[in-house]
């Protein structure tokens, strides 16, 4: 079958690699209709993993149940279905209390597992014809048959989920007001559910114009980082006031859309700017520094400098980590049936598997209005 392979830092191509079977009782494989490009696709992408050449990229991924295994008690061939990024086993302690993104079976010695991802198991992705989903009546949510709302659907594996989840890590209660760095998928579906979560105000930082765009079409107030130190920009249009609660969705990010090396602290340092005392931070973003080259980092642990001193004295809370997305995709996925969502509005792209490539490199830039891919083998 086709897939996504990762070659070499700045490079991806098509290629024939073995169609994946059925490896254990509780396994289906499903014939994918869409996988999503993601922005953690990009931190192997750039090289800046230990990703090694020919894994198969792709971890948002939907399509139709094509083979089950034995032991697979809810699922039918012909099933339409959405994955969740996270592999997970559906009965450790953290699957059982909501937390799939921490399975500690599926993946042991790392916390949590996933598709087509560098040390998140051995488990390839589904930027191909096929994906292996084990676990699969806890692992794969079922939709509506047919092919409505794909578009929708497909943004039930990660983003949407994850955007809910950054906001519900900061603390958020309705009727508070939000910061959401980064207008990337990631941040528009934070600055999405915070609004249908009822936030008073939501703002939304980033530098890349039509990104902004989106923000302001959804009704949060778009603030260009290219204009000055965002969180002055956010309190002055408070009358100097702080938000409630502050998402950053941008994580660790190498060069900027304008080609400059990027500041690996300048979010963290502005949420706790913004934030008022006793409020709360939301990190969904994932921080994976290159070693050597990048200041203040160290890429095997993560190391990153912020302001501690300043955040114990505003008595910030933080929440942090990988989505658990098992524990939101049924009630977002019957918030789109209902209508009452439709979190497409995100996609700029729609396009074969053979055009993976290129899209991967305009995604990587940011540029000519590539904001969500969804590839369609
Ligand atoms: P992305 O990386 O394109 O989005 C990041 C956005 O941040 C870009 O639009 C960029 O212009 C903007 N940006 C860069 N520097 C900034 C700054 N200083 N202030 C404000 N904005 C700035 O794509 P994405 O898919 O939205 O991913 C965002 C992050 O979320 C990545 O780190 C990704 O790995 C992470 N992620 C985490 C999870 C999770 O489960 N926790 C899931 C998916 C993605
Ligand atoms: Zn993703």
């Given at each position: 079958m086709r897939a996504v392979v990762y070659d070499e830092p700045f490079k991806v191509s098509v290629r024939h690699v073995?169609?994946?079977?059925?490896?254990?009782?509780?396994?289906?494989?499903?014939?994918?209709?869409?996988?999503?490009?993601?922005?953690?696709?990009?931190?192997?992408?750039?090289?800046?993993?230990?990703?090694?050449?020919?894994?198969?990229?792709?971890?948002?991924?939907?399509?139709?149940?094509?083979?089950?295994?034995?032991?697979?008690?809810?699922?039918?061939?012909?099933?339409?279905?959405?994955?969740?990024?996270?592999?997970?086993?559906?009965?450790?302690?953290?699957?059982?209390?909501?937390?799939?993104?921490?399975?500690?079976?599926?993946?042991?010695?790392?916390?949590?597992?996933?598709?087509g991802y560098v040390a998140m198991g051995p488990y390839p992705g589904g930027q191909a014809e096929?994906?292996?989903?084990?676990?699969?009546?806890?692992?794969?949510?079922?939709?509506?048959?047919?092919?409505?709302?794909?578009?929708?659907?497909?943004?039930?594996?990660d983003i949407f989920p994850t955007g809910w989840h950054g906001v519900e890590l900061s603390g958020f209660r309705?009727?508070?007001?939000?910061?959401?760095?980064?207008?990337?998928?990631?941040?528009?579906?934070?600055?999405?559910?915070?609004?249908?979560?009822?936030?008073?105000?939501?703002?939304?930082?980033?530098?890349?114009?039509?990104?902004?765009?989106?923000?302001?079409?959804?009704?949060?107030?778009?603030i260009d980082l290219s204009k000055g130190d965002p969180a002055e920009q956010i309190k002055k249009l408070r009358g100097g006031r702080e938000v409630d609660r502050g998402v950053d969705a941008v994580g660790y990010q190498a060069v900027t859309a304008d080609g400059k090396t990027e500041k690996p602290n300048a979010v963290l340092e502005a949420l706790i700017a913004v934030v008022r005392p006793t409020g709360g931070l939301g990190i969904p973003g994932l921080y994976v520094p290159k070693d050597p080259g990048a200041p203040d980092s160290n890429s095997a642990k993560g190391y990153i400098t912020f302001p501690f001193g300043k955040l114990f004295e505003k008595g910030l809370t933080v929440g942090t980590g990988q989505c658990n997305v098992k524990k939101y995709n049924r009630y977002l996925r019957d918030l789109i049936i209902a209508g009452r969502a439709k979190p497409s509005f995100v996609v700029s792209h729609n396009l074969s598997l053979d055009e993976a490539a290129h899209a991967y490199e305009k995604f990587d830039k940011r540029i000519d209005g590539y904001t969500k891919v969804l590839l369609h083998p």
């Open positions: 073995e169609k994946p079977k059925i490896l254990h009782p509780n396994d289906v494989i499903v014939k994918v209709t869409t996988s999503c490009i993601c922005g953690s696709d990009l931190h192997m992408y750039e090289g800046r993993t230990a990703a090694e050449p020919g894994i198969v990229f792709g971890h948002e991924n939907m399509g139709i149940v094509d083979e089950i295994g034995p032991g697979v008690a809810l699922l039918k061939k012909g099933d339409r279905v959405v994955m969740p990024f996270n592999v997970a086993c559906g009965h450790c302690l953290n699957c059982e209390e909501g937390r799939s993104a921490f399975c500690t079976e599926v993946n042991p010695g790392f916390a949590g597992g996933a598709y096929y994906v292996r989903v084990p676990f699969a009546d806890f692992n794969a949510l079922t939709l509506p048959p047919g092919k409505e709302h794909e578009d929708d659907f497909a943004l039930l594996a309705p009727g508070e007001s939000v910061a959401v760095f980064g207008a990337g998928p990631v941040g528009l579906m934070a600055a999405y559910s915070a609004v249908l979560r009822g936030a008073s105000s939501v703002y939304v930082v980033d530098r890349i114009h039509e990104r902004l765009q989106k923000a302001k079409e959804i009704g949060a107030i778009p």
